[in-house]
Nanobody
Framework: QVQLRESGGGLVQVGGSLRLSCAASGRTFSSARMNWYRQAPGKEREFVASISWGGGNKTYAAFVKGRFTISRDNAKNTLYLQMNNLKPEDTATYYC??????WGQGTQVTVSS
């Protein structure tokens, strides 16, 4: 089991940047594929990005390609999501998830126009 805690969310203007972090506890973090999801008010949770255990394989949702970058530091048990050129439609609660099925509690991102 992996326990996850997101941080780094906040209020940012259109075009701005934020870096989300997801701190993991548990010995299985470095062997697990990790993911970012988001959920906007009134909408279903949706996939944002995914990264393999070694960091060599990354996938992104079409709506964030070129703007968001997922990365991880296994030595620090931490997952990251660098978000650039933010848009109002990126406003959502962002969650990290391990492929072992564990979810964090989420961090709120609000993009103002």
């Amino acid at each position: 089991q992996v326990q996850l805690r997101e941080s780094g969310g906040g209020l940012v203007q259109v075009g701005g940047s934020l870096r989300l972090s997801c701190a993991a506890s548990g010995r299985t973090f470095s062997s697990a594929r990790m993911n970012w999801y988001r959920q906007a008010p009134g909408k279903e949770r949706e996939f944002v990005a995914s990264i393999s255990w070694g960091g060599g394989n990354k996938t992104y949702a079409a709506f964030v390609k070129g703007r968001f970058t997922i990365s991880r530091d296994n030595a620090k048990n931490t997952l990251y999501l660098q978000m650039n050129n933010l848009k109002p439609e990126d406003t959502a609660t962002y969650y990290c998830k391990s492929d072992l099925g564990d979810w964090g509690q989420g961090t709120q991102v609000t993009v103002s126009s």
